[in-house]
Every structure is written in C-alpha cells, then in structure tokens.
C-alpha cells in the first residue's frame, strides 16, 4: 500500500518528495512477494535485503534508481488495520492501494514541517468532501 508523500500527491497535494514509502504486510511469504517485485528496479538493490529486515527494522531503504521506503508500521498503524481505509487507483492497468485521506491524516501525526503541510492538505480535503 503506498503511504506518505506519493500518496498525499494522489489526493492532490502538489508536493516534492524523493522516495515512495510502502507499507506492507510482514508476513514471510508476502516480504517474498515484495522483494520478488522490486526486482524489477535497475539496480537490483532488493537483493542486499536480509530474510529479517522488515522485522528488525522500522525502515528497510532500498535504495535503487527509485528509492522505496518498506515499513510494516507508520505511526503505529499496521497493514492489517490500513488495508481496510485504502483507495485503489489503476496505473497503467495496475491496481495499486493508497492510503486514504483519513488514514494518511492518522499516519501524518509527526513534528516534521511536510507532515504539518499534508496535515492541513489532508484536514481541507476531508472538510471538503463532507460538504
């Protein structure tokens, strides 16, 4: 599921941001599913990836041409309990997840200046759309 600045630019907040974060389910058979498609990056660098990272780690950077960001929590908030408030936005005839504006706006409870400007992206578009 694609959380944090590629997904708040999804909702149409124009912001910078230099790496997609994922968050994902931490089961072994589903971090095999993810390394197995992130192979597809240039570099390779998935494969410098340890069986246990996603356990041991908040972040596993895999840091190719595109920087991926894997977490399995973001402010405390699992795949389990995010898969239910997800949009799913087609890509070029891929399905993929994004976190919602409510959810995002729960994973955005941070002290760093960029969540504060999605907070009140975030904040505006939730008003709006109850209008």
């Known amino acids: 599921m694609v ?18 974060d994922l968050l994902v389910d931490g089961a072994l058979d589903n971090q095999a ?3 197995q498609a992130l192979e597809i ?4 660098a998935v494969r410098e990836l340890g069986d246990d990272d996603l356990r041991d780690w908040l972040v596993v ?6 920087v991926v960001d894997l977490m ?11 898969i239910g408030d997800t949009q799913t936005i087609d890509i070029q005839g891929v ?3 994004f976190a919602s504006p409510r959810l995002l706006l729960r ?7 960029k969540d504060e400007l999605d907070r009140q992206f975030l904040e505006g578009k939730l008003r709006s759309e109850q209008s």
């Open 95 to 97: 399905p993929i997840p």
């Open 41 to 44: 990056l240039p570099d390779k």
């Open 3 to 20: 959380v944090g600045g590629f997904a708040v630019i999804q909702h149409g907040f124009t912001r910078a941001t230099e790496d997609i």
């Open 33 to 35: 599913r993810v390394k």
């Open 61 to 66: 950077r895999v840091a190719d041409e595109v």
């Open 107 to 113: 994973m955005k409870q941070t002290r760093r200046e």
């Open 72 to 82: 399995q929590f973001a402010c405390g908030i699992d795949y389990a309990e995010a």
